[in-house]
C-alpha cells in the first residue's frame, strides 16, 4: 500500500535584537538566571509593553526575502494560557493579521538516500508573525520543584509558518536549512540551534493518494536538522502502522526523544486549549509605511536565489553548484573574494576547490566556513597559480594542506616546496628525448600500434621531471615526438 | 441565557480558578443573570461595523533597540513566593 | 488649611506660613482619627510622608519649589509606589511591596509634592461601592451608613473628609465620577491617553484612566497639569504638547452650548437627582449657556456592551497573579495546577473572580463573535453617537449616578443592579472621552448629587472652565460633611 506524506513547518527564530521585543531588557544568551529578567519581563503589576523597532525591522527583512507582502497594518494579540515560564499568562502573538503575509522559498531537495538526484522545489510561506519566547523551566532545581529563569521571557520570535508542501522527510529538512541559511544571511536571526535561536515544530500527517489530509500530530521544538529527520521518519511509520493495524491517528503535541528515537504525546497538554485571542489592548496596531520598507530594503544584501541565477548565468556552474555556494552568506563571499583574484574566466575552478576540496577538509574538522583556517586571499593566490600554470593541481594540493595547517602563502610555499611546473618547451623535450631513448623497445611498440603504452610514457616522463612537468605540454610533446 | 454547570467548571478550570459544587452553582445562577443583561446586545445590527479595540485610531510607537533595564533581580526576588539560585520555584512542571 | 485650595495652601507653603512637615502632620492625625471609622486609607506611613515633606520643606526653603511641592496628595491603591506596599483593594497583593514607581506616582514625586498613603479601593478597582476591597468597605463622610462609590471610594471619602486636599482615582467605567458624585467632590477622569498607565495596576486597558479627585475644578486642574504629558513607556499614551489645564478657567460661559441627552433623564433615574440636575442647567443658562437636546441612542447598551469588553480584558490582565513571581501563594496545593487554582481561588474576592468568568466565557472558542466582538462594534457605534453630539453642542450634561449614595450592603447580593450605578458613566469610557462630576445639590437624604459634564476629546480645560465657573457662581463643592 503507497502512502503519501504530508509536512508543513512552523518555525521560530530568535531575532537577533539587543533588547526584548517589548522591553529595554538585553537578549544576550547564558546570563545568570532571571538576571535579565526586568519589570516587563517579570508581568510586575501596572508595566506595559512598547515595541522594539528592531524586531519590526527584521521582520520586513525576512518579508522582503521571501517576496511576501508585508502588511501596512498588522495587529498584537493576546494568546492565554498558564504556564510558569509564561509570566503574564498570556503570550503577545499576531493572529489575524501578521506582519508578514504569503511568500515562497525556492529549495534544492538533496535526498537523503539512496541514488536520487538533487531536484528543486518551490515551499509556499502562509505567513510570519512576530511574538514573545517564554521562559525556560530548569527542572530538578530544588526537591520536586521546577526553577524558573524568565531570562528568555519576552526575547523576539518570527514564526514562519509553511504550508504542507513537503512531502519527505528530505524535503522537511532541506527547507530548514534553506531557511536557516536565508535568516542567517539577511542577519535577523544569529542560528544557534543548540541556544534555541532557530526552533522547528513540524506537522506531520499521511494519507493515501486522492485521499483528503488525514489527521496531523505536530512533533515540537526540534532543534536539529538530523534529529528531524528522524522525528519524521519515525513518525510517519507511526502514523502509518497505527492505520494499517486498524487504528486511528489522533491530533496531539508530541516531543522526539533524540535518546530513543521515538515520538510521544506531551503529557501537560493533555487538556484541549482555548487561548482566548483577543486583540492586545495594551498596544496599538502596527502600521509599515512604504518608506519603512523601502528603509529596510536598501539594507538587504544580495539574496541567496539573486547569486545563485548570477553564478549559472555569468559563470556557467550548475543550479546546484550555486546552490551549494550559496548554503551560507560566508560561503558565498568566500567564493566571491575567489573569484575577484582569478577572474570570471576561473569561477568554475573556484568553485570546485570550495565544494570539493575546501569543504571536504572543513567537514573533515567539523568547521564551518566562517572559521575557515585558510582566508578568501589566501585561497585566491592559490587559485591564481593554479590559473596560470605555474602549480599543477596535485601540486596545488599540497599547497592547501600546507595553507591548512601552516598557513602562510601560496607563492612562498610553491617556491619553498620546489612545487613549481616545468613549462620550458625546451626542458620537456629534453626529458621526453632520455625517456624515449631508454625505451628504446617500447617506442617500436608503440609506434607499430600498441596504443595503450601511451600512459607509461606519461608516468616516465613525469617521473623523470621529478612531478613538476606542466602535464598538458608534456602530452602534447610526447604525442608529436612519439608520432616519430 | 442560561449557563450550564458545565459550562461553569468549563470556565473556572480555564480561568484556573478552584471553586466547589457550590460555589459553581452559586456562579451559574449570577452569571446567567448578567448574561441576560449583556443579551439586549443581539438586538443590534452590527453588519459593516469596524469593531473597535481602542479608544483612538492611533498606530503604535516604536522603541529604539536599546538596553534601558539593569539587572533589577534582587530588588525583585525579595517580594516572591519562592525562590532557590535565582529561580522562581513552582511545583514540578511535567511536560 | 483644611478649606484652602491647593493654590492657597501651596502659596502658604511657599510663603513660610506653614512647613510641609506641619501640613503633612496636621493631615496624618485627621487620617488617624478618622480613618478607624471611615477606611478609606489602606496604607499609611507617617515616615515616609513626613520624609517627602521634609524633602519639599528644603525645596520650598531654596525657592526651587513648584505648585504642588509639598503638598500631601493621596495615591489610589493601584499606582506602584516604590517601597510602598501596593494591594489594589486585594489579598492576592495584601504583601505586595512595589519595586517600581507608577508613572504618575513618579510625576507627583518630581512635582515635589507629599505621598500621603495609599487610598482604599474596590479589589482591583471592580466595583461601584467600594465594597468589594479585601480591605473592608469604606464608610461615606456624609452618611457612614451609606457606602462611598467605587472604585475610588478611598479617595472620594479622604477629599470628602478633608483627611487629604486632593487624590488620585482611576476610572474604567465610572470609578472616578460616581465615587466623586456620592461624596459630594469635585473629579475629573481626562481622555483616554492622556495619563500615562505604566505602572497603574490594569482593570481593563482599553478603558483605564486616572485622573484627579479633589475639592473643585481649579485644584483638579492643577492636580491635571502635574498628572498628564506622554510616557512612551505606555503605548497608548498620547503624543501631544503639555497643556496647563487652568488656561480657561476664568472664561465667561457666554454662548456655551450645553447638550442634555434624552436617554440620561429617562426611567431609572431618581427625582431628586434629576432635579438637582435640572437646577444646575438653570443655573448654567443664568451664566449665559444655552441648552440643546441631544441624543444618544446607543447609550443604553452601554452597560450590556462594558459588561463584555471590561471583563474580557481584565481575565487576561490578572492572569499574571498566579503566586509564581510576586503576590499571594495559597499554602498548601498538591501540584502545579493546584497552586494556581487554589491561589487564585483565595487570592481573589468574589466579584473579581466573577468578572474573570464572565472574561474569560465571551473570549472562549464559539461565543467570541457573538459578545466580544458584537461589543466592540457596539462600542464604536456609542463612540459615534458622541461625535454627532458634539456637533450640536460643546459640552454634555447629566446626571453621574442615578441616585445617590446607597447603603452598604443594599445591593450586595445583585451584581447586575450593582452595575447599573454606572449606567450614565460607562459610555464615556467607551468613547474614549473625558468626563466629569461636579456637585450640584444634595437629594432627598441630603447627600451630594453629582453633575456630570463631559466634553469632547481633549477638552479638558474647557470642562474644567465649566465646572469652575460654576463653582465660583455656588457653594456645593465647598461644603463639608457635619461632625468632621
Not at chain 1, 538585553?26 to 515595541?51: C, H, K, M, R, Y
Not at chain 1, 526552533?199 to 493515501?208: A, E, G, L, M, T
Not at chain 1, 573574494?337 to 582569478?342: I, T
Not at chain 1, 623535450?429 to 610514457?457: H, Q, T, W
Request: hydrophobic letters at 40%; glycine letters at 8%; charged letters at 20%.
Amino acid at each position: 500500500m503507497k502512502w503519501e506524506i504530508v509536512i508543513g513547518l512552523e518555525v521560530h527564530t530568535q531575532l537577533s535584537t539587543n533588547t526584548k521585543i517589548f522591553s529595554g531588557a538585553s537578549t544576550a544568551f547564558g546570563a545568570e538566571p532571571n538576571t535579565q529578567a526586568d519589570a516587563v519581563s517579570i508581568a510586575l503589576p501596572g508595566v506595559l509593553p512598547v515595541l522594539n523597532k528592531g524586531a519590526v525591522e527584521r521582520a520586513i527583512k525576512f518579508g522582503l526575502a521571501v517576496g511576501a507582502h508585508i502588511a501596512p497594518r498588522s495587529v498584537f494579540a493576546r494568546k492565554n494560557y498558564f504556564y510558569p515560564d509564561l509570566p503574564k499568562g498570556y503570550q503577545i502573538s499576531q493572529m489575524d493579521l501578521p506582519v508578514v503575509g504569503k511568500g515562497a522559498l525556492t529549495i534544492q531537495v538533496e535526498p537523503l538516500s539512496g541514488n536520487a538526484k538533487p531536484y528543486e522545489k518551490v515551499v509556499r510561506i502562509t505567513r510570519a508573525h512576530l511574538e514573545e519566547d517564554a521562559g525556560k523551566s530548569v527542572h530538578g532545581a530544588a526537591q520536586s520543584m521546577t526553577g524558573i529563569d524568565l531570562n528568555r521571557a519576552g526575547t523576539p520570535l518570527l514564526e514562519i509558518v509553511s504550508e504542507p508542501d513537503m512531502s519527505s522527510a528530505a524535503e522537511a529538512v532541506s527547507y530548514a536549512k534553506t531557511l536557516h541559511s536565508l535568516v542567517r544571511w539577511i542577519g535577523i536571526c544569529d542560528g544557534n540551534m543548540q541556544e534555541g535561536s532557530f526552533r522547528c515544530d513540524v506537522n506531520v500527517s499521511v494519507r493515501r493518494p486522492g485521499e483528503s489530509l488525514g489527521t496531523r500530530r505536530e512533533i515540537k521544538n526540534l532543534n536539529s536538522f538530523k534529529f528531524m529527520q528522524q522525528a519524521i521518519d519515525y513518525e510517519v511509520q507511526w502514523q502509518i502502522d497505527t492505520i494499517e493495524n486498524g487504528g486511528k491517528v489522533q491530533q496531539a503535541t508530541i516531543l522526539f526523544n533524540p535518546d530513543t528515537g521515538e515520538t510521544r504525546s506531551m503529557r501537560s497538554k493533555e487538556d484541549a486549549h482555548d487561548y482566548r485571542y483577543f486583540p492586545d489592548p495594551d498596544l496599538l496596531p502596527l502600521d509599515i509605511s512604504p518608506a519603512m520598507i523601502e528603509a529596510v530594503h536598501a539594507t538587504m544584501p544580495e539574496l541567496p536565489i539573486a547569486k545563485q541565477a548570477r553564478y549559472t548565468d555569468e559563470f556557467g556552474l550548475s543550479a546546484y553548484d550555486a546552490s551549494s555556494l550559496t548554503s551560507s552568506r560566508e560561503m558565498a563571499e568566500f567564493f566571491d573574494a575567489g573569484v575577484a583574484m582569478v577572474g570570471a574566466a576561473n569561477a568554475k575552478l573556484c568553485a570546485n576547490w570550495l565544494i570539493g576540496e575546501v569543504s571536504a577538509q572543513l567537514n573533515r574538522d567539523g568547521l564551518d566556513i566562517a572559521q575557515c583556517p585558510i582566508s578568501a586571499a589566501q585561497f585566491g593566490a592559490m587559485l591564481a597559480r593554479i590559473a596560470d600554470g605555474t602549480i599543477s593541481n596535485s601540486g596545488a594540493k599540497e599547497v592547501f594542506r600546507a595553507l591548512w595547517s601552516e598557513g602562510g602563502d601560496a607563492d612562498a610555499i610553491i617556491e619553498a616546496k620546489g612545487l613549481k611546473q616545468v613549462s620550458d618547451s625546451g626542458a620537456i623535450e629534453k626529458i621526453v628525448d632520455e625517456v624515449m631513448a631508454a625505451n628504446a623497445d617500447k617506442v617500436a611498440e608503440y609506434r607499430s600500434g600498441k596504443d595503450k603504452l601511451f600512459g607509461f610514457f606519461v608516468g616516465a616522463a613525469m617521473k623523470a621531471s621529478q612531478g613538476k612537468a606542466n602535464p598538458a605540454q608534456l602530452n602534447e610533446v610526447l604525442k608529436k615526438k612519439l608520432a616519430g | 441565557m442560561s449557563l450550564t454547570t458545565q459550562d461553569v467548571q468549563k470556565i473556572a478550570r480555564l480561568a484556573r480558578l478552584a471553586m466547589n459544587d457550590t460555589e459553581i452553582e452559586a456562579a451559574r445562577a449570577q452569571l446567567s443573570g448578567i448574561f441576560e443583561l449583556i443579551e439586549q446586545m443581539q438586538a443590534v445590527d452590527t453588519t459593516g461595523i469596524e469593531p473597535m479595540s481602542h479608544a483612538q485610531d492611533l498606530s503604535q510607537q516604536l522603541r529604539e533597540d536599546v538596553v534601558t533595564a539593569s539587572n533589577d533581580r534582587e530588588a525583585f526576588q525579595a517580594i516572591a513566593p519562592q525562590v532557590e539560585g535565582g529561580l522562581y520555584l513552582v511545583p514540578q512542571v511535567i511536560e | 488649611m483644611l478649606n484652602h485650595s491647593l493654590q492657597q495652601q501651596g502659596d502658604a507653603l511657599r510663603a513660610k506660613k506653614i512647613s510641609s512637615v506641619e501640613l503633612t502632620q496636621l493631615y496624618l492625625d485627621r487620617i488617624a482619627t478618622h480613618n478607624p471609622v471611615l477606611n478609606a486609607f489602606v496604607t499609611v506611613e507617617s515616615a515616609k510622608s513626613l520624609a517627602q515633606a521634609k524633602a519639599a520643606d528644603a525645596q520650598l526653603a531654596a525657592g526651587s519649589a513648584q505648585a504642588l511641592t509639598g503638598i500631601p496628595i493621596a495615591q489610589k491603591d493601584i499606582f506602584c509606589a516604590q517601597g510602598w506596599r501596593t494591594t489594589c483593594g486585594s489579598k492576592m497583593l495584601d504583601n505586595f511591596i512595589s519595586p517600581y514607581d507608577a508613572h504618575v506616582i513618579t510625576q507627583f514625586n518630581n512635582a515635589g509634592a507629599v505621598n500621603l498613603g495609599k487610598t482604599n479601593m474596590d479589589e482591583f478597582a471592580m466595583g461601584s461601592s467600594n465594597e468589594t476591597s479585601y480591605f473592608g468597605p469604606v464608610r461615606n463622610p456624609w452618611d457612614i451608613k451609606a457606602v462611598p462609590g467605587g472604585s475610588s471610594g478611598g479617595a472620594a471619602a479622604a477629599v470628602a473628609a478633608r483627611l487629604c486636599a486632593a487624590a488620585t482615582g482611576t476610572d474604567t467605567g465610572g470609578s472616578i465620577r460616581q465615587p466623586a458624585a456620592l461624596c459630594g467632590v469635585t473629579g475629573i477622569k481626562p481622555t483616554y491617553g492622556t495619563v500615562s498607565r505604566y505602572g497603574m495596576i490594569a482593570f481593563a486597558s482599553s478603558l483605564d484612566q486616572a485622573g484627579p479627585m479633589a475639592r473643585s475644578a481649579e485644584d483638579c486642574a492643577l492636580m491635571l497639569n502635574v498628572m498628564t504629558g506622554h510616557d512612551p513607556r505606555d503605548s497608548t499614551s498620547l503624543v501631544r504638547d503639555k497643556e496647563d489645564y487652568t488656561r480657561e478657567l476664568n472664561k465667561p460661559l457666554a454662548g456655551l452650548r450645553i447638550g442634555l441627552p434624552r436617554e440620561f433623564f429617562a426611567e431609572g433615574l431618581s427625582q431628586d437627582v434629576g432635579q438637582c440636575v435640572q437646577a444646575a442647567v438653570a443655573e448654567y443658562q443664568k451664566l449665559g449657556a444655552t441648552v440643546v437636546e441631544i441624543s444618544l441612542p446607543n447609550a443604553k447598551l452601554a452597560v450590556p456592551v462594558y459588561y463584555v469588553l471590561a471583563p474580557a480584558e481584565a481575565s487576561s490582565n490578572l492572569s499574571r497573579f498566579d503566586g509564581v513571581r510576586y503576590g499571594y501563594r495559597a499554602p498548601d496545593y498538591t501540584d502545579l495546577t493546584d497552586m494556581y487554582e487554589k491561589t487564585r481561588a483565595q487570592g481573589f474576592g468574589e466579584e473579581v473572580k466573577r468578572r474573570i468568568m464572565i472574561g474569560t466565557y465571551v473570549l472562549s472558542h464559539g461565543y467570541y463573535d457573538a459578545y466580544y466582538l458584537q461589543a466592540q462594534k457596539i462600542r464604536r457605534l456609542i463612540a459615534q453617537d458622541f461625535t454627532e453630539a458634539f456637533k450640536k453642542c460643546d459640552v454634555i450634561m447629566g446626571p453621574t449616578s442615578p441616585s445617590t449614595a446607597f447603603n452598604l450592603g443594599e445591593k450586595g447580593d445583585d451584581p447586575v443592579q450593582m452595575y447599573l450605578s454606572d449606567i450614565y458613566t460607562i459610555a464615556v469610557n467607551l468613547a474614549g472621552l473625558p468626563g466629569m462630576s461636579i456637585p450640584c445639590g444634595t437629594g432627598a437624604n441630603a447627600m451630594p448629587v453629582g453633575l456630570q459634564i463631559i466634553g469632547d476629546y481633549f477638552k479638558e480645560a474647557q470642562m474644567l472652565n465649566v465646572a469652575h465657573q460654576y463653582q465660583l457662581a455656588t457653594d456645593w463643592h465647598s461644603r463639608a460633611p457635619q461632625g468632621l
